[in-house]
């Protein structure tokens, strides 16, 4: 069964909202290396928790946006879309981590699915 394993925040300031939710929570802050500047969230030491991470708002429409995991995520697509979601970011892949779809539910709110590749953090996760 589809389970959340990410939560995505977007900030207009990264680096800002990294500080913020160290000093608060005392989470550890990790910044990636890569293209797009991206810091994951450690919120603690179980490696089972969901993980979440901070990238720059890029759209109007990007706050938190919580991920789901899914075996195929064109099959999950066109199931949004037939229960009336629709899609805000189509397909794309994230390399290391997997084939991402962004969309808007019935009510508005943005989630987004994942269909993780292999050897990524989140192929291969237990279900809880």
Not at 41 to 60: F, M, Q, S, W, Y
Not at 73 to 79: T, V
Not at 98 to 112: H, K, W
Request: hydrophobic residues 40%.
């Amino acid at each position: 069964m589809p389970k959340f394993v990410h939560i995505d925040i977007a900030a207009d300031d990264p680096e800002r909202a990294c500080r913020f939710y160290n000093e608060v929570f005392g989470w550890n802050v990790t910044k990636l290396e890569g293209p797009i500047p991206y810091w994951l969230l450690n919120t603690c030491g179980d490696p089972g928790a969901v993980g979440a991470g901070i990238a720059k708002r890029e759209e109007a429409w990007q706050s938190a946006t919580p991920t789901i995991d899914v075996p195929s995520a064109d099959e999950y697509a066109a199931r949004i879309e037939a229960q009336g979601g629709t899609i805000v970011v189509p397909k794309t892949l994230i390399p290391g981590v997997g084939y991402l779809v962004s969309f808007r539910d019935t009510e508005g709110n943005v989630f987004a699915i994942l269909e993780a590749v292999e050897g990524s953090a989140f192929a291969g996760a237990p279900e809880s």
